[in-house]
């Protein structure tokens, strides 16, 4: 016979069964409607416009679009030769070392070489040659040894050319590959527009280091570069 206890438990049981298969009905359910839901976006019957939105991530493209045109070298510019050529060579990449094997290089093609250190900019190409009114020659004859360089004028006054290296860099031309004529007029590199207008939107050039100098002596004598003090 049985007992009202053991009644209860049995419908305890049966409610629990029952709830428990609502539960795995609608979570099938609920899959099978996401699954046709995906079935059906993936074969373009329903759009997903969230989709097709498009992202804004800077690319190296649109940060070298935003440099400013470089200059063409006027008509008639003829190369330098390397040996009057100073450049200074930088390393924005993590390879240590880039800059001073990238110079000894360049020694080595009859290029001076000025500056060797860390670069404090970052390129927006595998190579960036920064030069000023006055190196614009010296600048289109690095460049000739370079693979792809981006060349920005700056405001600097001097002759220097500064070589900036990044990670991506695949290190100089073969010297034999270098196409350049002395007797050749320099050619101007792709979208590049007059000197004048050039210059009105130059970046601003390195600050040069103050040069010290020797204090004036206070008795009117010359200064003795052989002294010594005690």
Known sequence: MTTAAERARSLRKRHQRERQAVVFGSLVAGLGVVGLLAAAIYSG???????????????????ANALPPPPCPPTGTLPVTYNVVTVNVFNASSRAGLAGQTARELATRGFLVGTTANAT?????????RFGEAGLAAAYTLASNLTDPVLILDTRTDGSVDLILSNTFPGLVDAAGV???PSTPLVGVASCVALDQALKSAVPGPTPSPTPTEPAPT???????AATTG
Request: charged content about 20%.
């Open 45 to 63: 019957v329903v759009p997903a416009p969230f989709l097709d939105r498009s992202f804004t991530t800077a690319s190296p493209t649109g940060l």
């Open 121 to 129: 900019v970052t390129p927006t190409a595998p190579e960036e040659v």
């Open 179 to 181: 196409a350049l004529d």
């Open 219 to 225: 008795d009117g004598a010359t200064p003795d570069p």
